[in-house]
């Protein structure tokens, strides 16, 4: 948190997808940003595949990805849903983000959402999610809820949010993490 009390939160979406759903779904929050919140989205591509003999020192993109998470207030993560659980992309990006020696994930708020096309909006992806959160040591917010099923329904083509309901649910997600956040880090 800077002196200004801003929160600064860094933004992780699950899919390399271009038109990504659960990307689309992190660009439309800077719509609905509480007031002193700002939202930076890291790009997962240039990550490598998690591999243990390359650790010391850490490759460049992986060294960057890390310093982010450190430097950020908070994380807002978007999950797809891969086969009942998350992607292979974010969980290599975690897995990246959990290893010693500074583990940047450890005590950090994360807020969590999900986009799918399937009829559970990312349910069982989250509850994998949390399940990893909770192993690093993160902090992630319990309620409320964000699950967008039938995200196909919830975008038009270029990706812009126009389902009301969502654009509402994300708004108090976000003002839930400001204030976890702050009782947190305070
Ligand atoms: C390998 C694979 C597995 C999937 N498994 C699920 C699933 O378990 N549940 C679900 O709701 N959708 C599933 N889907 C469909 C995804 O929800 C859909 O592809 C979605 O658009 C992925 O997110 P994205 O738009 O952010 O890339 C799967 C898609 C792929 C490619």
Same mark, same amino acid.
């Given at each position: 948190m800077t002196n200004d009390h801003t929160i600064h939160v860094l933004g992780i979406s699950g899919s390399l997808r271009q038109k990504s759903y659960n990307t689309s779904l992190m660009r439309s929050v800077y719509k609905v940003l509480p007031e002193g919140m700002t939202l930076e989205i890291a790009d997962l591509a240039a990550l490598p595949l998690f591999n243990?003999?390359?650790? /010391? #020192?850490?490759?460049?993109?992986? =060294?960057?990805?890390?310093?982010?998470?450190?430097?950020?207030?908070a994380l807002l993560i978007a999950t797809p849903e891969y086969n009942s659980s998350i992607s292979g992309v974010l969980k290599n990006a975690l897995d990246w983000a959990s290893?010693?020696?500074?583990?940047?994930?450890?005590? /950090? #708020?994360?807020?969590?959402?999900? =986009?799918?096309t399937g009829h559970f909006g990312t349910a069982r992806a989250q509850l994998h999610l949390r399940q990893i959160l909770a192993h690093v040591g993160a902090l992630p917010l319990i309620k409320p809820d964000v699950l967008v099923p039938y995200a196909e329904q919830?975008?038009?083509?270029?990706?812009s949010l126009v389902d009301d309901k969502v654009r509402a649910a994300l708004q108090k997600l976000l003002e839930a993490l400001a204030d976890w956040t702050r009782?947190?880090?305070m």
């Open positions: 243990e003999d390359h650790e /010391k #020192p850490f490759p460049e993109a992986v =060294a960057e990805f890390r310093a982010r998470i450190a430097q950020a207030d290893r010693a020696p500074q583990q940047p994930l450890r005590n /950090k #708020p994360v807020a969590i959402m999900g =986009a799918s919830a975008f038009n083509a270029d990706g009782r947190v880090k």
